[in-house]
């Protein structure tokens, strides 16, 4: 079994920085790839960023160049530091596992 916290949403202007963390717990989290999706109002859930135990990145073409997916194995956190946002980066962001585990979500909002 493995738990997902999320942390870090908030509100940010257009144009800011946030970082999220994602930390996990109960299982062996080195081996996991790890990804962080969201879901904005009436929208589905959409990948965001993926990071594999040995640290190969995948992005979404929304966010290439903007964000950027970082795991620290010996603290079991992966982190997505979210620059230059925009109103339709919106969105609860969930961290997940191997797709098997998820967390409740950290809410980020972009708005002047």
């Known amino acids: 079994q493995v738990q997902i916290v999320e942390s870090g949403g908030g509100l940010v202007r257009p144009g800011g920085s946030l970082r999220l963390s994602c930390a996990a717990s109960?299982?062996?989290?080195?081996?996991?790839?790890m990804g962080w999706y969201r879901q904005a109002p009436g929208k589905q859930r959409e990948l965001v960023a993926t990071i594999t135990s040995g640290g190969t990145t995948h992005y979404a073409d929304s966010v290439k160049g903007r964000f950027t997916i970082s795991r620290d194995n010996a603290k079991s956190t992966v982190y997505l530091q979210m620059n230059s946002l925009k109103p339709e980066d919106t969105a609860v962001y969930y961290c997940?596992?191997?797709?098997?585990?998820w967390g409740k979500g950290t809410l980020v909002t972009v708005s002047s």
């Open positions: 109960g299982s062996i989290f080195s081996i996991y790839v």
């Open positions: 997940t596992s191997n797709l098997d585990y």
